[in-house]
C-alpha cells in the first residue's frame, strides 16, 4: 500500500476559493483503495462554514518552533466520503474572514502551515511515501523536508510533488524577512535554490526541491517553459523539464451531474437535453429577471473576475454583443473594475444581461445546465474547470485556445462535423466576437449542427478515472 499525503490550501466541501479545491477535494477518492491510502491536510480556517467545523474532532497538539517563534499546532481530523481530512489548528494564523488575501501574513501563515505539515506526520502516526504539494502555499515543505532530512532519520526517503494549478501566484518576499519567519539555514537563500530575482520565492523554492513537478494539463506544461506564460520562471521550468509533466484536470461526475443535479429546475441527460434542458432556461429567465423567451441564445461566465480569464476583452465588446440576439449571465467575484463592469451592463442591457457579483454554489449549477453556451476566453489557463461542468451540461464552451482549455475543448468543424465547442487564438476582442458571432449563427441557422455539437460534448469523459490513472503511474515512478 503507498501512502500519500496532500497538502493543499483549501479543498472541496470545507473551503474554496477556485478551481484547487475542487482538485484537492475531489481526486483522492478516485484512486485505487486497495493500492493508495490517499489522505489530505489543510489549514483550519476559521473562515470556514460552521456545518463543516463541528464535524472536525481534536486529534491533538504540540508545539513547533518557527524561527525564533514558538507555536500552537492543532491537529484535527474528520472523514468525508471515504477520505480523512486533517486539519491544522492555529487561531492566530488562520483567523481572517477569507482564507488567503494580504500577502505580508499569507507568508508567515503558509510557512506555519508547511513546516506544520510535515512536524506533524509523527504525531497522527501517518509516514507517506509522497507528499503532494499544490500551487506556492506548500511550496515550503519540499524545502523543509530537505532541512529535516539531516537531523532526522523519520524524514529520510519521503519524495514530494509540487503540481503547479497556477504559475502567477508564486509567494514571494525579501529574503531577509523569510529567514527570521522559517529560521531556514543562510543556504537555501541562493539563486539555484529559494531564491529569484533576489526574493525569497515559495514556489521556485518547491519546485528546485521536489521530486516531480506537474501542472494540470499537457499545453500549459508546454507553455510555462516559454517567457509569455512563464512568470520570469521559464527558465527554470525548461531546465527542470525532464521531471515535468502535465495531467489534466478532471471534475466529480456526481456532484456535477444533470441527470441527478439537485440544484437545477428539470434534470437532462444526453438522450433529453433536447427537450428538457431549455426548461432549465426558462426557470432561470425567471429567477434573473430575464426576457422570458426559451429560444433566445443564453451565454454564460461563471467565474473568478480576474485578468486571468479575459474579462478586458469582454469589456471591450460588450456594447456590440449585447447588439446581437443574446442573453448574458455572469456568476463571480473579483477584481472590482471587472464587478462594476458587469454591473454597468445589467443597468444598461436590462432583460438581457444579468450580473450575479457573488458566489453561489447552487447559482453555478444552475447557470452551467441553463445556458446554450459559456464564455471562457483566459488570457492563460493552467486547466479550467469550468469549461468541464459546461460539456458535463451540455453547455457549448466558447474559449481561448490556451492551456487547459485547449486540451479539453475541441473546435467545431461545420465540414467534418466535429467538434465540441468553439475556439479562437489571439488574445483579441474583435477575434473573440467574431467567434461568438459564428456560435450564434450555428446556434439559430443550424440547430441540428448545434445539437450534435452538444451530444459530442455531453459524451465526452472529464470524470476523474483518467486523469487519477496518470497520478497513479506518477506515484509508482517514483
Ligand atoms: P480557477 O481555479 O482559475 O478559478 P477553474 O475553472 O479551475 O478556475 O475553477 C473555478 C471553480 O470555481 C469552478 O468550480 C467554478 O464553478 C467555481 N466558481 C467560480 N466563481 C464562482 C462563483 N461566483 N460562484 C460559484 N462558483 C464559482
Ligand atoms: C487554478 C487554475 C485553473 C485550474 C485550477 C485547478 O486555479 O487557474 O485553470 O483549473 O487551478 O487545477
Not at 474528520?78 to 480523512?84: A, L, Q, S, W
Not at 494564523?93 to 505539515?117: H, L, Q, R
Not at 525569497?200 to 523554492?205: E, S
Not at 466535429?418 to 473573440?432: I, L, P
Amino acid at each position: 500500500m503507498k501512502k500519500i499525503l496532500f497538502a493543499a490550501s483549501e479543498a472541496v466541501p470545507f473551503i474554496k476559493t477556485g478551481g484547487l479545491a475542487d482538485v484537492a477535494g475531489t481526486l483522492p477518492k478516485n484512486f485505487d483503495k486497495e493500492k493508495y491510502d490517499v489522505r489530505v491536510m489543510l489549514p483550519k480556517y476559521m473562515c470556514m462554514k460552521e456545518q463543516w467545523k463541528e464535524k472536525l474532532a481534536y486529534h491533538s497538539h504540540f508545539y513547533m518552533d518557527l524561527g525564533w517563534r514558538t507555536q500552537y499546532v492543532g491537529v484535527l481530523e474528520t472523514k468525508y466520503d471515504g477520505i480523512t481530512f486533517y486539519f491544522i489548528d492555529n487561531e492566530y494564523y488562520f483567523n481572517g474572514f477569507t482564507p488567503y488575501g494580504d500577502m505580508y501574513a499569507d507568508i508567515e501563515k503558509f510557512a506555519f502551515f508547511s513546516k506544520a505539515v510535515l512536524s506533524a506526520l509523527p504525531v497522527i502516526n501517518f509516514r507517506p511515501d509522497i507528499i503532494h504539494c499544490h500551487d506556492w502555499q506548500t511550496g515550503l515543505v519540499p524545502i523543509f523536508l530537505d532541512n529535516f532530512r539531516y537531523s532526522n532519520e523519520y524524514y529520510r526517503g519521503i519524495k514530494t510533488i509540487m503540481t503547479i494549478h497556477n504559475l502567477k501566484f508564486q509567494g514571494t518576499w525579501d529574503t531577509k524577512r523569510v529567514r527570521d519567519i522559517t529560521g531556514l539555514p543562510q543556504y537555501y537563500f541562493a539563486p539555484d535554490k529559494l531564491e529569484a530575482y533576489k526574493d525569497a520565492n515559495y514556489l521556485k523554492g518547491g519546485i528546485v526541491y521536489a521530486d516531480r513537478i506537474t501542472t494540470v494539463s499537457n499545453s500549459y506544461a508546454e507553455e510555462i517553459k516559454m517567457p509569455f506564460y512563464g512568470e520570469k520562471l521559464d527558465g527554470l521550468m525548461r531546465a527542470r523539464s525532464n521531471c515535468l509533466s502535465g495531467i489534466v484536470n478532471g471534475i466529480d461526475y456526481e456532484d456535477f451531474n444533470p441527470e441527478t443535479d439537485q440544484y437545477i429546475e428539470k434534470n437532462y441527460n444526453v438522450e433529453s437535453f433536447r427537450k428538457e434542458k431549455v426548461k432549465n432556461k426558462a426557470a432561470l429567465q425567471r429567477q434573473l429577471n430575464l426576457e422570458e423567451d426559451p429560444k433566445k441564445m443564453m451565454i454564460g461566465i461563471v467565474s473568478r473576475l480576474t485578468d486571468q480569464k479575459g474579462f478586458d476583452l469582454v469589456a471591450y465588446i460588450m456594447d456590440e454583443l449585447c447588439q446581437d440576439a443574446v442573453q448574458i449571465v455572469v456568476l463571480g467575484t473579483g477584481e472590482e473594475r471587472y464587478e462594476n463592469m458587469f454591473r454597468h451592463f445589467e443597468w444598461k442591457y436590462q432583460g438581457k444581461v444579468s450580473a450575479n457579483i457573488f458566489y453561489s454554489e447552487e447559482l453555478s449549477h444552475r447557470v452551467y445546465a441553463s445556458c446554450d453556451a459559456f464564455l471562457m476566453p483566459s488570457l492563460f489557463e493552467p486547466c479550467g474547470l469550468s469549461q468541464l461542468m459546461s460539456l458535463r451540461y451540455g453547455t457549448v464552451p466558447i474559449v481561448r485556445e490556451t492551456g487547459g482549455l485547449k486540451d479539453t475543448v475541441e473546435a467545431y468543424n461545420e465540414y467534418e462535423r466535429t467538434g465540441t465547442g468553439f475556439s479562437f487564438v489571439n488574445y483579441n476582442a474583435h477575434e473573440m466576437l467574431g467567434t461568438i458571432r459564428y456560435a450564434e449563427r450555428i446556434y439559430y441557422d443550424k440547430k441540428r449542427d448545434w445539437n450534435k455539437i452538444v451530444e459530442r460534448g455531453m459524451e465526452m469523459d472529464f470524470s476523474w478515472k483518467n486523469s487519477a490513472k496518470q497520478y497513479e503511474e506518477l506515484y509508482d515512478d517514483m
